[in-house]
């Protein structure tokens, strides 16, 4: 009777679970069956939740209009090097701020995370300026500089410092006992460990960079060097219409390396995060 009722209470959950996530998975099911249909059929009333002629025309006007695989490779490249570069100031700075003690440390750890108040539009303009004067401006920089060492970089650090203040201080002192030195304990024990929560940082720093929007419409002017998120608003006809199943088509693929990177990395991004308030 109990293992009935118990299987009962599962599939009563699984269908509360489907219901609620009918309106997080239909916007991207709208998109991607409407990137599919001509303009006519994408407000038709009544809707139509399958095309009734699947084309795809869209995706191929997609290449046709803009240097769509350049912005691609360039979002994708972009989104790496943040990625690497963001996991190794955060494990560095997080390791640091959590294993060694210097003057001024809690102090100079909440001048950081002051950092996370100042919106971005504060900064954009004198940013905007200093990259200017380095003749930076409509290059790749200023999106690869501003995350590592921005915002994005500031909340990483926090994640790692709870992340290593949690690991039991034995580690390091057998590692001591066994002759490694500061740098070698981080690289060979505390790092190794650190996986959930480089997965986590990982997953965040990769969609953040990849969603930027601000900064790439200030600081790019070349089609040719646009993001994807600049990309997507270029798609307009000769009156500045929007050109729907277009749009819905770019920004199809534009959706297909978030769901793949979550898709893959979700497990190490609860973990990460489960382990940010433990200690500290």
């Known amino acids: 009777m109990s293992r009935e ?8 959950l699984y269908g ?3 219901v609620l996530a009918v309106p997080f998975v239909f916007p991207t099911w709208w ?13 038709a009333f009544p809707p139509k939740l399958l095309p009734v002629d699947a084309e795809l025309d869209a995706y191929r006007r997609v290449f046709e209009l803009q240097p769509f695989g350049q912005q691609y490779l360039n979002s994708l490249y972009i989104a790496l090097v943040v990625t690497v570069g963001t996991l190794a100031v955060a494990a560095l700075a997080g390791y640091a701020f959590a294993r060694i003690r210097f003057p001024g440390q809690n102090v100079l750890f909440l001048v950081i995370l002051a950092g996370l108040l100042i919106p971005s539009e504060v900064t ?4 905007f300026q200093m990259f200017f004067k380095l003749g930076l401006v409509d290059t790749h920089w200023p999106l690869i500089l501003v995350p590592i060492l921005g915002a994005p970089s500031v909340l990483a650090t926090f994640i790692m410092r709870q992340f290593f203040i949690s690991l039991p201080g034995e580690l390091e002192e057998a590692a001591r006992v066994d002759g490694l030195g500061r740098f070698a304990t981080f690289w060979k024990i505390a790092l190794p460990l650190s996986r959930p ?3 986590a940082v990982a997953i965040f720093t990769f969609l953040h960079s990849w969603n930027l929007y601000l900064e790439p419409i200030v600081f ?11 990309a997507l608003t270029q798609f307009v006809d000769a009156y500045g219409g929007p050109m729907w199943n277009v749009q819905l088509a770019a920004a199809s693929m534009t959706a297909l390396p978030v769901l793949v990177v979550f898709v893959i990395a979700q497990k190490q991004f609860v973990e990460g995060l489960a382990h940010t308030g433990l200690k500290g």
Request: positive net charge; without cysteine.
């Open 124 to 127: 954009i303009v004198p940013l």
């Open 16 to 18: 509360v679970l489907m």
């Open 197 to 199: 929560a480089l997965g």
């Open 31 to 43: 998109m991607v069956t409407s990137s599919l249909k001509p303009v006519s059929d994408i407000f």
């Open 220 to 230: 790019l002017s070349s089609p040719e060097k646009f993001t994807l998120p600049q």
């Open 5 to 12: 009722l118990s299987r009962r209470t599962k599939l009563l």
